[in-house]
């Protein structure tokens, strides 16, 4: 008989609106305090020290408008967030402080959270949608250098870029894009050449969220369907599907894979955070905590497996906490 789902570990209240992005801060030594970062539909950025469960700090850069993106760039002082007023802000929160050192204008009116990759010490590429609706382009940090614009081929129809990952299979191997397109595609793009290796269509409709599994050269998307695709990339560098798995109830806000790869985390449309195995997609809990949409799903990088968790942030104005080590 399958164990019950667990309760939350604790609940982070007092965002005052939904929360749409979240990003653990936890792999520094002792006696760092593990963090966890959220951003939130009116704008603020709220830095929650998780021994005390208590807000640290609240950063307000984008002037009110919805945060949906927040990542630390090598360690908890540099943060980079992006939000609906079309801005990339990077900040420097050293010794106590709480200003924007610079910004991108991404002149870009959807959702599409952008993608950081570090390719150097203190030099990262960035992956964002760009004005021109179909369009990504990729700036290396912190010079705003553009190293290239992806554009699709003549006629190719994808819609808007919706959901972006950068990765490399190792520190010195070249750059490489996953993208999810309005169509329902994934593209493969080499970011040094500018061009697109491979493309499938996994979704009737857009794709909300993918990631991606280097090691095994295998990802996985949601959409507003009933059905998360899980496809594999060969190395002829050709994305195919290789299962998919039908939901119980439509939409898929986040997807998110442990970076132990051991498991995955989703969060529903239908308040639902579900994990499941990530060898062979077995459903393994549904954590029912939420009164609205989730809309996102982060795992935390601490060092000490045991105290690795899992947070997830709704509609409902709140942020629960799990720690899902144990049961799986």
């Given at each position: 008989?399958?164990l019950p789902?667990?309760?939350?570990?604790?609940?982070?209240?007092?965002?005052?609106?939904?929360?749409?992005?979240?990003?653990?801060?936890?792999?520094?030594?002792?006696?760092?305090?593990?963090?966890?970062?959220?951003?939130?539909?009116?704008?603020?950025?709220?830095?929650?020290?998780?021994?005390?469960?208590?807000?640290?700090?609240?950063?307000?850069?984008?002037?009110?408008?919805?945060?949906?993106?927040?990542?630390?760039?090598?360690?908890?002082?540099?943060?980079?967030?992006?939000?609906?007023d079309?801005?990339?802000?990077?900040?420097?929160?050293?010794?106590?402080?709480?200003s924007?050192t610079?910004?991108?204008?991404?002149?870009?009116?959807?959702?599409?959270?952008?993608?950081?990759?570090?390719?150097?010490?203190?030099?990262?590429?960035?992956?964002?949608?760009?004005?021109?609706?179909?369009?990504?382009?990729?700036?290396?940090?912190?010079?705003?250098?553009?190293?290239?614009?992806?554009?699709?081929?003549?006629?190719?129809?994808?819609?808007?870029?919706?959901?972006?990952?950068?990765?490399?299979?190792?520190c010195?191997?070249?750059?490489?894009?996953?993208?999810?397109y309005?169509?329902?595609?994934?593209?493969?793009?080499?970011?040094?050449?500018?061009?697109?290796?491979?493309?499938l269509?996994?979704?009737?409709?857009?794709?909300?969220?993918?990631?991606?599994d280097?090691?095994?050269?295998?990802?996985?998307?949601?959409?507003?369907?009933?059905?998360l695709?899980?496809?594999?990339?060969?190395?002829?560098?050709?994305?195919?599907?290789?299962?998919?798995?039908?939901?119980?109830?439509?939409?898929?806000?986040?997807?998110?894979?442990?970076?132990?790869?051991?498991?995955?985390?989703?969060?529903?449309?239908?308040?639902?955070?579900?994990?499941?195995?990530?060898?062979?997609?077995?459903?393994?809990?549904?954590?029912?905590?939420?009164?609205?949409?989730a809309h996102?799903?982060?795992?935390?990088?601490?060092?000490?497996?045991?105290?690795?968790?899992?947070?997830?942030?709704s509609?409902?104005?709140?942020?629960?906490?799990?720690?899902?080590?144990?049961?799986?």
């Amino acid at each position: 008989m399958a164990l019950p789902p667990p309760d939350p570990q604790f609940v982070l209240r007092g965002t005052r609106a939904a929360v749409h992005t979240l990003h653990f801060s936890c792999g520094g030594p002792e006696p760092d305090i593990p963090l966890l970062f959220s951003g939130s539909e009116n704008g603020i950025i709220h830095v929650w020290n998780l021994k005390t469960h208590r807000v640290d700090t609240a950063l307000d850069g984008h002037g009110r408008k919805s945060v949906y993106c927040v990542e630390t760039m090598g360690g908890k002082d540099r943060l980079l967030s992006q939000g609906r007023d079309q801005r990339i802000c990077l900040w420097d929160l050293a010794e106590g402080r709480t200003s924007v050192t610079d910004s991108v204008f991404t002149e870009h009116v959807g959702f599409c959270r952008c993608s950081l990759l570090k390719v150097a010490q203190g030099r990262w590429l960035m992956a964002m949608a760009a004005r021109n609706l179909e369009e990504v382009q990729i700036l290396e940090l912190p010079s705003k250098t553009s190293v290239c614009t992806l554009k699709p081929e003549v006629g190719a129809k994808l819609g808007m870029p919706m959901c972006l990952k950068l990765w490399q299979l190792n520190c010195g191997s070249q750059p490489v894009l996953l993208a999810g397109y309005e169509d329902g595609s994934v593209v493969l793009w080499n970011v040094s050449m500018g061009k697109s290796l491979s493309q499938l269509t996994c979704h009737q409709e857009p794709v909300m969220s993918l990631d991606f599994d280097s090691e095994k050269a295998k990802g996985i998307s949601g959409s507003s369907e009933k059905v998360l695709s899980i496809w594999s990339l060969n190395e002829q560098q050709n994305l195919q599907v290789y299962k998919t798995h039908e939901l119980v109830n439509a939409g898929i806000s986040d997807i998110t894979i442990r970076p132990d790869k051991k498991v995955l985390a989703t969060a529903g449309w239908d308040h639902r955070i579900r994990i499941f195995g990530w060898k062979k997609l077995k459903p393994l809990a549904v954590l029912d905590y939420h009164t609205a949409t989730a809309h996102c799903v982060s795992f935390s990088d601490h060092r000490n497996a045991r105290q690795r968790l899992l947070a997830a942030g709704s509609k409902d104005q709140r942020i629960s906490v799990w720690s899902i080590y144990a049961e799986t």
